[in-house]
C-alpha cells in the first residue's frame, strides 16, 4: 500500500488519540497524561525511546537499514492557559486549559508517522528523530530538550529537520511552504512606573503612575511607526496593564507588559532598547521612576530555502500541486521550532484545517476559544511526515 493509504487506514485510531489528548489538555512542560498517552500510542514499535528529564519530552528513534544521516520530525504536545468554548463533544475537560492551537492533531500526526516508519524501516536510508515536545507555548521546551542531547539521539546529528503546523486560516489538507524568515522573533517588554501614591481627592500630594503608563501606551505605538521602516516589520502589542486597587486611591506604581516581535534578533534588540528610551523618558516628565525588564523570546524561525523546496516537491508528488502553496507573507507568531531550525537546516510546513462548511478567512483562528479544527487532516500530516523523512534519508 502507499503512504497515503496507510495513513488512511490509521486515521480512526489516530482521531481517538487526538480527541483524547484534546480532552485532557496538559499546559507547560510537565504533561504527564500526555506523554502516558504518546507512549501508550507507541508501545509495541521497534523504537529506541528516551524521556526528558527537565520536561515530559519524549524522543522516540526509528532505526533505518542505512547509513544516511537521520532526518528529526517534531510535534508540540502542549496545550493553551485559555477556556475553551466551543462546545465539542471532547472538548477541554480541564478547567483553564484548551488544546486551541491544533498540537493535538501534530501529536497524532508524528505518532501515526511512528507507526509507518517502523513499517517502512527497510526504505528508511537513515534513521528517523522523532521529537514530541512539550512547552512550545511560551516555555522553551525546544531548548530544554536542546540540552538534553536530542540532535544526538541516533548517535549522529540529523541533516534536516521538518514540522508541521496546523491552522483554520486555509482550507483543509492545503500545505504551504515559505523559505527564509517565516515566523518572527519573540520577546516581552515589562515596564513598571513607580510614582507616590495618596487619596485620590488629592492627586497633587501624590506622583500619579497612571497617567504615565497611559501615556507609554500611546508613545510605544507612535514610536513603532515613526522609527522603523514599514519594509522591516516590527509589531509592539500591549498585552496587560495593571494599576491600582479602588477607585479613591492613587497607586504606588502601574505596570503595562507587551510582546516584541521583529524578523532578526537586531532589530527586536533595536525595538527594546527604543521601548526603554521611551518609557524613561515618560517616567523623568511625570516625575517618576522607571523600571523596565526584556526578556528575549523564541528567536525567528528560518527555514531553510533548500530543504523548504525539498519539502514543497515532495509534498506536490503526494498530495498534487494544486494542494500546494508558496506562504505569500512572514507571520508574526513565534514557535520555537526557530531553536532547532537554527541548528539543522530545515523547515516549517503549514498545514491547513478549516472545518468542512466554514470560510478559512472568518474561521475563528489558533488561540482562540472557539478554534476547531478538521481532524481528516490528520492522515495528510502523517503521510507527509512519513514521506518527507523517507525521501530526505535516500537524498542524504
Known amino acids: ?30 504533561l504527564p497524561r500526555t506523554q502516558d498517552k504518546v507512549l501508550a500510542a507507541l508501545d509495541g514499535l521497534d523504537l529506541e525511546v528516551s524521556l526528558g528529564t527537565q520536561l515530559s519530552s519524549v524522543v522516540a528513534v526509528v532505526r533505518g537499514r542505512g547509513d544516511a544521516k537521520p532526518v528529526l520530525l517534531r510535534a508540540d504536545m502542549d496545550a493553551l492557559p485559555m477556556t475553551e468554548k466551543t462546545g465539542l463533544d471532547y472538548a477541554s475537560r480541564i478547567p483553564g486549559a484548551a488544546h486551541a492551537c491544533g498540537h493535538d492533531l501534530h501529536t497524532a500526526m508524528l505518532a501515526g508517522a511512528a507507526h509507518l516508519l517502523t513499517d517502512r524501516r527497510d526504505d528508511l536510508a537513515g534513521d528517523a528523530i522523532l521529537m514530541f515536545q512539550p512547552g512550545e507555548e511560551g516555555h522553551d521546551g525546544a531548548r530544554l530538550m536542546l540540552e538534553e542531547g536530542l540532535l544526538d539521539a541516533a548517535g549522529a546529528r540529523p541533516a534536516a529537520a521538518f514540522a508541521l503546523h496546523v491552522g483554520t486560516a486555509s482550507p483543509a489538507g492545503t500545505f504551504g511552504h515559505r523559505g527564509g524568515p517565516a515566523l518572527a522573533a519573540a520577546g516581552t517588554l515589562t515596564v513598571t512606573f513607580h510614582g507616590a501614591g495618596g487619596h485620590g481627592a488629592w492627586p497633587q500630594r501624590t506622583l500619579d503612575p497612571i497617567p504615565a503608563l497611559g501615556a507609554a501606551i500611546g508613545a510605544l505605538q507612535t514610536m513603532v511607526t515613526r522609527r522603523f521602516d514599514a519594509l522591516d516589520p516590527v509589531v509592539l502589542s500591549i498585552g496587560s496593564v495593571h494599576a491600582g486597587t479602588a477607585s479613591n486611591i492613587v497607586p504606588d ?68 500541486p494544486e494542494r500546494v502553496y508558496a506562504e505569500p507573507e512572514r507571520v508574526m507568531a513565534a514557535d520555537d521550532i526557530g531553536r532547532v531550525l537554527a541548528e539543522v537546516p530545515g523547515a516549517m510546513i503549514t498545514l491547513g484545517a478549516c472545518p468542512p462548511g466554514l470560510d478559512p478567512a472568518r474561521a475563528a483562528g489558533n488561540h482562540s476559544p472557539l478554534a476547531v479544527f478538521d481532524d481528516s487532516v490528520i492522515a495528510d500530516g502523517v503521510a507527509a511526515l512519513t514521506d518527507l523523512a523517507l525521501r530526505r534519508t535516500r537524498s542524504v
Open 253 to 320: 506604581t502601574a505596570t503595562l507588559t507587551a510582546t516584541l516581535r521583529a524578523f532578526s534578533e537586531q532589530t527586536r534588540a533595536r525595538l527594546g532598547a527604543e521601548a526603554e528610551r521611551v518609557c524613561h523618558g515618560i517616567a523623568a516628565a511625570h516625575g517618576l521612576t522607571a523600571e523596565i525588564e526584556i526578556v528575549d523570546g523564541y528567536p525567528a524561525t528560518i527555514n531553510d530555502p533548500g530543504e523548504t523546496g525539498f519539502a514543497a516537491d515532495t509534498l506536490t508528488e503526494l498530495f498534487g
Open 1 to 30: 500500500m502507499t503512504v497515503l493509504a496507510d495513513a488512511r487506514a490509521l486515521q480512526p485510531d489516530l482521531v481517538r488519540l487526538r480527541r483524547s489528548l484534546h480532552a485532557e489538555p496538559e499546559v507547560g512542560l510537565h
